[in-house]
T-cell receptor, first 113, second 109 residues
Framework: IAGITQAPTSQILAAGRRMTLRCTQD?????MYWYRQDLGLGLRLIHY???????GKGEVPDGYSVSRANTDDFPLTLASAVPSQTSVYFC????????????FGPGTRLTVL | GQNIDQPTEMTATEGAIVQINCTYQ??????LFWYQQHAGEAPTFLSY??LDGLEEKGRFSSFLSRSKGYSYLLLKELQMKDSASYLC??????????WGAGTKLIIKP
């Protein structure tokens, strides 16, 4: 089934630990995105990638890093997790840049204690 | 700065019509999106407007006025399954989406 998968579904993490959230799409979309969603706030863009091999910073990039080694995968790494990174993380993809329809993965619920 | 405003919560009755408003302020403009998000799930695409006017898609319609920085989503013949959050998002000059906090729509029988 075509779409976006994310792993893990949820995770509880001790502060200071390193964590990688995985995202894979099989739609051959060029652009991919990582958002965080917090109660009362809109989706906030963390990092994005317009095509394999390139990445860019979004609105809230601090404390996060990404890589885009190929078209399908776009992992998000928290180098040293802090409680303020407790959130729901959504990966999304679109055929082209942000003005194209974005398709979302099911999300990862992350709790940092 | 860039900003999207939409009501936090609305309540409507099954079978009725509801209009969810959205005002936006962005540097540049590359279209207005509406997404639906059920609790605990991912957002899913509903509509896209880039020109002024009304776009109709079944029970859902979306309107855009670029001069006013205003859009609305109109839901007709409301069903219980329409209970969800509705997210408004505007594309800016960098082709990134600026998202509103969402409007939680509660449908009562």
């Amino acid at each position: 089934i075509a779409g976006i998968t994310q792993a893990p579904t949820s995770q509880i993490l001790a502060a200071g630990r390193r964590m990688t959230l995985r995202c894979t799409q099989d739609m051959r979309h060029n652009a991919m995105y990582w958002y965080r969603q917090d109660l009362g706030l809109g989706l906030r863009l963390i990092h994005y990638s317009n095509t394999a091999g390139t990445t860019g910073k979004g609105e809230v990039p601090d404390g996060y890093s990404v890589s885009r080694a190929n078209t399908d995968d776009f992992p998000l790494t928290l180098a040293s997790a802090v409680p303020s990174q407790t959130s729901v993380y959504f990966c999304a993809s679109s055929e082209g840049l942000g003005a194209d329809t974005q398709y979302f993965g099911p999300g990862t619920r992350l709790t940092v204690l | 700065g860039q900003n999207i405003d939409q009501p936090t919560e609305m309540t409507a009755t099954e079978g009725a019509i509801v209009q969810i408003n959205c005002t936006y302020q962005t540097s540049g403009f590359n279209g207005l999106f509406w997404y639906q998000q059920h609790a605990g799930e991912a957002p899913t695409f509903l509509s896209y407007n880039v020109l002024d006017g009304l776009e109709e898609k079944g029970r859902f319609s979306s309107f855009l006025s670029r001069s006013k920085g205003y859009s609305y989503l109109l839901l007709k013949e409301l069903q219980m399954k329409d209970s969800a959050s509705y997210l408004c998002a505007a594309g800016d000059s960098n082709y990134q989406l600026i998202w509103g906090a969402g409007t939680k729509l509660i449908i009562k029988p």
